[in-house]
């Protein structure tokens, strides 16, 4: 079962070939073909229409040969037919109608995934004809950060409300958790069969969290959603944006991959974690500097890993706007020309 790839080798501690690279938000507004299509088109328009979603991956793959594609749509795509309207007016997502008391929570619903989300699953079976061998990964937001945005209504630094939220109402947080989690493992499940051939859950945003909280609000249910899909064989890797405080709670998270952000020492992990594979973790400004700046800081990190058959060599998070298309070039050169 499953493709042939350096990824999928990597993501299982075997990959004995050149070191796979993809890129976070590898899709999307620092490539001037992304542009083009989003003059056309509002964002929550393109991630509703497959023949758009399917060009816009796409696009990073003809450019750069990437060695996995990502679905592009977004993580707040699942909570529309969840009962939540949004729009993202200047590139972060706004909600109309965030929760603020735990009544709000019954107006979030359960649903048929795959009756209302059918331009998902269609466009992931296009990509699918359209690159047969690349390894597709599927994803998600984590609850954690999904709750971010439903109880604060759009992005912020530390996400006060949500975290004072919580706190105040730790039972009925709990039901909008399990209820999450449900919803998420049930949609990655259905993404896996279209054709994903693997799933992260994208963890934005539990780094601001306690190390109590971190246990109970983000790990939990990371651990629920992935033993939920322990049958389904594919890889399943945990981005956690500021994991250093973490490490030894996402040791016991059931996963294969740990994604690693750049404030993070990469190394460090693999050490601590060596049951499980590394996914970063170039901090993401680096490629405004020289081409022999971003060659340095690239070598530096494949240096770092004593063991490199489990490494994916990534950003430590988003790519930026406006990020120097040489740039990115030159990472993934001395990435392919390591060994
Ligand atoms: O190729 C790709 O990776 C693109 C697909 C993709 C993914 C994986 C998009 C498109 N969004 C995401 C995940 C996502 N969305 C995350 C998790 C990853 C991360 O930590 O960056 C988060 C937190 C979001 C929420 C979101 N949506 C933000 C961040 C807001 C904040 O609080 O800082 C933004 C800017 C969006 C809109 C969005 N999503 C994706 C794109 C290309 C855009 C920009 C829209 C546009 O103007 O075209």
């Not at 109880?151 to 958790?177: C, M, R, T, V």
């Not at 996914?279 to 890993?305: A, C, K, M, W, Y």
Request: hydrophobic share 40%; with cysteine.
């Amino acid at each position: 079962m499953g493709i042939k790839s350096t990824f999928i080798d990597a993501c299982y501690g075997r990959n004995e070939g050149h070191i796979p690279i993809w890129i976070m938000r590898q899709a999307g507004r620092y490539l001037p073909e992304y542009l083009e299509v989003r003059k056309k088109t509002t964002f929550n328009e393109l991630c509703r229409s497959p023949e758009l979603i399917a060009e816009v991956v796409d696009q990073p793959m003809r450019r750069f040969d990437l060695d996995a594609a990502i679905l592009f749509s977004d993580i707040l795509t699942m909570l529309d037919p969840m009962g939540m309207k949004f729009e993202f007016p200047d590139g972060g997502p706004v909600i109309e109608n965030p929760i603020s008391t735990p009544d709000d929570i019954k107006r979030l619903s359960e649903f048929d995934i795959a009756d209302k989300m059918p331009y998902v699953f269609d466009a992931i079976r296009k990509i699918k004809e359209i690159m047969p061998d690349k390894p597709l990964i599927g994803f998600v937001g984590s609850p954690f950060t999904l709750a971010c945005y439903l109880i604060e209504g759009k992005g912020s630094k530390n996400f006060d409300k949500a975290k004072k939220f919580i706190h105040q109402y730790p039972e009925e947080s709990e039901e909008l958790f399990n209820l999450l989690a449900k919803v998420i493992a049930d949609y990655l499940r259905l993404q896996v069969d279209a054709g994903a051939d693997t799933v992260q859950v994208f963890d934005s945003w539990g780094g601001i969290l306690s190390r109590d909280d971190y246990l109970n609000w983000s790990a939990g249910p990371a651990n629920k959603i992935f033993s939920a899909l322990r049958d389904l064989n594919v890889p399943r890797v945990l981005f956690v944006n500021n994991v250093a405080p973490y490490i030894d709670i996402v040791k016991d998270v059931e996963c294969e991959v740990i994604g690693v952000d750049y404030r993070t020492d990469i190394s460090e992990v693999a050490n601590a974690l060596p049951g499980k594979s590394v996914q970063g973790n170039l901090d993401p400004s680096v490629l405004f500097g020289t081409t022999e700046h971003v060659i340095e800081r690239t070598t530096r990190i494949l240096e770092s890993i004593d063991d490199p058959n489990r490494l994916i060599f990534n950003l430590g998070h988003g790519i930026q706007p406006k990020t120097p298309i040489e740039s990115v070039q030159a990472m993934i050169d001395t990435v392919r020309k390591f060994r």
